[in-house]
């Protein structure tokens, strides 16, 4: 995982802009290099119904089970192994649709069929050993499927941190209670070895990587500091009155925020209710679709039962009185707002913030003292001070790591060049691999460096309303 994770890395910073060459490359890689081998020149799940197989029937596959070919059939297997671990390090995350499920199960299954062949021929060679005492003469004793079956569920638990499941889905797939408890043990163990390891599956490892706003309910953190210190102090509060139709579509243009506070003035910062950006996008949308009032119509967010009287000589009309008070001057959204957001006290600890983000799944919460609104503060806003905290107490040198992507690129860039030249050359020019626009550097020609304060502008964590190509990389948290 640490490996993909790298690989993810470089894809991200420099083959972003070239992810149909990058699909098509590992394509006719995969193609090249998978052919000559026998197990991976087939479909992964034909390949483990065939690694699955024993060999007491009338089953077999190119001598699998024949004991003259059994050194070649183990090479075959470790090389399986080896080159499907290669593959999917640099293919898992590339623009295709693919998951991990069925190629980490094929790991697992060639190399718990390797394992088994193994000790098919130790228990040939020493039937008398104390380690197979257990074994009844004239019986088969060691069945080379069923390492390839836990070797299947082993790898997919390893790789996705998942226990139950994978008990579940192996049982589905044969269908005999024989192989649940050892399916528990070798997951049991998996899990052991996994969180000494690290901890989280590919799927937790994506998460971190790609910095989405998640808060794993398993992790438990003391960081002693109040909320005040995360939350945001800038923020976009809407007044009950006063805003018209075109400064709200302005306010929605210019910020990228998923919601705003709702105050009674911005001047008194008493809170009134929160919305949500797509609520009001959707309120918006549906005013000037049905043309019932013209852009210079007044905007109010009182809630029903508040005291706050609109500055209207006419009453506030609601969308569902849009086709009976054509031209009116006011639009009521107060229908679209949260009246009860959560609300906490500036001196609240984080902890117990992140508490109340995970377990009741709130947008947003509020900071609000003496009556005022002081500031709010969103997952993103937890994550950014964990991370920064972790990254204090354990600092990294990533210039090694840095250094060799930079000259991987190199080589890259290079081989392009040279291949689509040489292409070209015998196509006749009908043919272009690459052909550099406006905002892509040429093959060959190194991109221009940013400065630190660019990068550190555009390191941020999604909060859902960015572009991907904003996203925070996030270090290995193992």
């Not at 790298?6 to 894809?11: H, I, L, V, Y």
């Not at 257990?134 to 069923?146: E, N, Q, R, Y």
């Not at 639009?331 to 609300?343: A, G, N, Q, V, Y």
């Not at 377990?359 to 002081?374: A, W, Y």
Request: proline share 6%.
């Amino acid at each position: 995982m640490k490996w993909n994770l790298r690989a993810q890395a470089f894809r991200k910073k420099y083959l972003t802009k070239y992810a149909i060459m990058e699909a098509t490359i590992l394509a006719g890689l995969t193609a090249i290099i998978c052919y000559p081998n026998m197990f991976l020149r087939i479909d992964m799940t034909e390949s483990m119904e065939i690694l699955f197989l024993e060999c007491e029937g009338a089953h077999d596959y190119d001598g699998l089970c024949d004991t003259n070919n059994r050194w070649s059939m183990i090479f075959s297997l470790a090389a399986a192994t080896v080159i499907r671990i290669g593959l999917v390090i640099i293919s898992y995350g590339c623009k295709v649709p693919a998951g991990i499920f069925v190629p980490s199960m094929a790991i697992g299954a060639s190399f718990g069929r390797m394992v088994g062949i193994l000790v098919q021929a130790l228990h040939e060679s020493y039937p008398a050993a104390k380690f197979f005492a257990s074994c009844k003469p004239d019986v088969p004793c060691i069945t080379p499927g069923t390492y390839a079956f836990l070797g299947a569920g082993a790898a997919l638990s390893g790789i996705m941190h998942i226990t139950v499941s994978v008990v579940v889905i192996m049982f589905e797939l044969t269908g005999a209670t024989t192989y649940i408890l050892p399916t528990m043990i070798v997951v049991g163990v998996t899990k052991a070895v996994g969180e000494r390891f690290g901890k989280g599956g590919i799927a937790d490892r994506m998460i971190w990587f790609n910095g989405f706003p998640f808060l794993d309910s398993k992790e438990e953190h003391t960081f002693g500091v109040p909320v005040q210190r995360v939350m945001t102090t800038e923020m976009t509060v809407l007044p009950t009155s006063g805003f018209d139709l075109n400064a709200l579509e302005k306010v929605l243009a210019e910020s990228k925020f998923q919601g705003f506070p709702i105050v009674e003035t911005p001047g008194s910062k008493a809170l009134v209710g929160y919305i949500g950006r797509t609520e009001l996008r959707y309120g918006i949308d549906r005013a000037k679709r049905e043309r019932s009032v013209p852009p210079s119509a007044k905007c109010f967010f009182t809630p029903p039962n508040s005291a706050v009287t609109p500055l209207s000589a006419a009453p506030p009309i609601s969308f569902d009185m849009i086709p009976a008070t054509r031209g009116q001057m006011s639009i009521d959204f107060s229908r679209f707002i949260d009246p009860t957001p959560l609300i906490v006290h500036p001196q609240l600890p984080l902890e117990t913030a992140m508490e109340l983000f995970k377990k009741m799944g709130p947008r947003v919460v509020l900071i609000e003292h003496r009556g005022r609104l002081t500031g709010l503060v969103t997952v993103k806003d937890c994550l950014k001070y964990q991370f920064k905290v972790e990254a204090s107490e354990n600092p990294r040198d990533d210039s090694a790591i840095l250094e060799g992507q930079e000259k991987l690129w190199s080589f890259l860039r290079k081989v392009g060049g040279w291949a689509s030249q040489r292409l070209s050359g015998v196509l006749d020019g009908r043919l272009t691999l690459w052909r550099p626009s406006l905002d892509q550097e040429p093959f060959g020609r190194s991109p221009v460096p940013r400065s630190s304060v660019e990068r550190a502008e555009s390191d941020h964590i999604l909060d859902g309303a960015q572009d991907e190509a904003d996203e925070l990389e996030l270090e290995d948290r193992t």
